[in-house]
Nanobody, 126 residues
Framework: QVQLVESGGGLVQAGDSLRLSCVAAGGAISTFTLAWFRQAPGKEREFVAGVNTWARRSAFFDDSLKGRFATFRDDAKNTIYLYIDILKPEDTAVYSC??????????????????WGRGTLVTVSS
């Protein structure tokens, strides 16, 4: 089965930019819908960004976050990336990647994703 492993988190300063990576193992994800979610302490999981098929204009975002977030998939490397610009303290959260075999979906609902990574913690100082 597919396993997802995130990396790239850590302690950063407000205003910095950051790239998170998620590598899939155990199977190809070229036909999977891929997405990023985050969960801040004491808050519910929140959709951040997703991408359906890499060869199409298939990226989708939460409207409130679109201006500072971007996502890119590299199916040859079985990897999805999340780029965050102008980091703010409120961006502090555990960021998780998710995948599902239904590549035609562009879902912002975490319940539609079967495979999840354990997450990588991003801590943004003021």
């Amino acid at each position: 089965q597919v396993q997802l492993v995130e990396s790239g988190g850590g302690l950063v300063q407000a205003g910095d930019s950051l790239r998170l990576s998620c590598v899939a193992a155990g199977g190809a994800i070229s036909t999977f819908t891929l997405a990023w979610f985050r969960q801040a302490p004491g808050k519910e999981r929140e959709f951040v960004a997703g991408v359906n098929t890499w060869a199409r204009r298939s990226a989708f975002f939460d409207d409130s976050l679109k201006g500072r977030f971007a996502t890119f998939r590299d199916d040859a490397k079985n990897t999805i990336y999340l780029y965050i610009d102008i980091l703010k303290p409120e961006d502090t959260a555990v960021y998780s990647c998710a995948a599902d075999e239904t590549g035609s979906r562009q879902s912002r609902n975490g319940g539609d994703y079967k495979y999840w990574g354990r997450g990588t913690l991003v801590t943004v100082s003021s």
